[in-house]
């Protein structure tokens, strides 16, 4: 079975400009989560949806992050407009269990904001 | 609140020697404790995890950990390191909520090199 699928692998763009960032889930599973990890601060959670509702989003840093899940198989983690602190691996895991912990990574994204 | 302290950032050893990695915790509720491994340019895989009952707990590839409340420790072992071993090892914690809550706080990690 394919794990959790995450695209683009690396994205570098300039400071200012709109980024997405996307993941696909493992089929079945129920509870998304997408973290930030980055050298001083370690691993972030950002935001954990639960069938498709977030149901906390108070790791997300300020209004320029927001992320959506419209279904059970997508979710998308959009920065605009993009600074050079957003710099970072963004990582996106799923579970089978609501409330349980991630257990299925991504391989991540890598983000360069120049 | 909670926290996770991994000591030694990069660790060091020979092929076949014993790898011990520590991690110290922080915890308001009697926590989960948990162990993740991530390898190069991958997300993180669980290798074990305490939740209650027998407190050495046994995981993937040969790793153990032990639960020691009174030390607030949970150090993971491997009696023989693997070259394939090598990567970095994050302990992490759940809570505040309470035990088996999603939220996790994450230690900083320890970077393992075997030499060979």
């Known amino acids: 079975d394919a794990g959790v699928i995450q695209s683009p692998r690396h994205e570098v763009t300039e400071m200012g400009q709109e980024v997405t960032l996307r993941c696909k889930p493992i089929s079945g599973h129920n509870s998304l989560f997408w973290y930030r990890q980055t050298m001083m601060r370690g691993l972030e959670l950002l935001i954990y949806f639960n069938n498709n509702v977030p149901i906390d989003d108070s790791g997300m840093p300020e209004d320029r992050f927001s992320a959506k899940m419209p279904n059970a198989s997508f979710s998308t983690l959009k920065i605009q407009p993009s600074e050079p602190r957003d710099s970072a691996v963004y990582f996106c895991?799923?579970?089978?269990?609501?409330?349980?912990?991630?257990?299925?990574f991504g391989d991540g994204t890598r983000l360069s904001i120049l | 609140a909670q926290s996770v302290t991994q000591l030694g950032s990069h660790v060091s050893v020979s092929e076949g020697a014993l790898v011990l990695l520590r991690c110290n915790y922080s915890s308001s509720v009697p926590p989960y404790l948990f162990w993740y491994v991530q390898y190069p340019n991958q997300g993180l895989q669980l290798l074990l995890k305490y939740t209650t009952g027998a407190t050495l707990v046994k995981g993937i590839n040969g790793f153990e950990a032990e639960f020691k409340k009174s030390e607030t420790s949970f150090h993971l072992t491997k009696p023989s390191a693997h070259m394939s071993d090598a990567a970095e090892y994050f302990c992490a914690v759940s809570g505040p909520s309470g035990a088996g809550s999603y939220q996790l706080t994450f230690g900083k990690g320890t970077k393992l090199s075997v030499i060979p």
């Open positions: 895991a799923s579970s089978f269990e609501t409330g349980s912990l991630p257990q299925h």
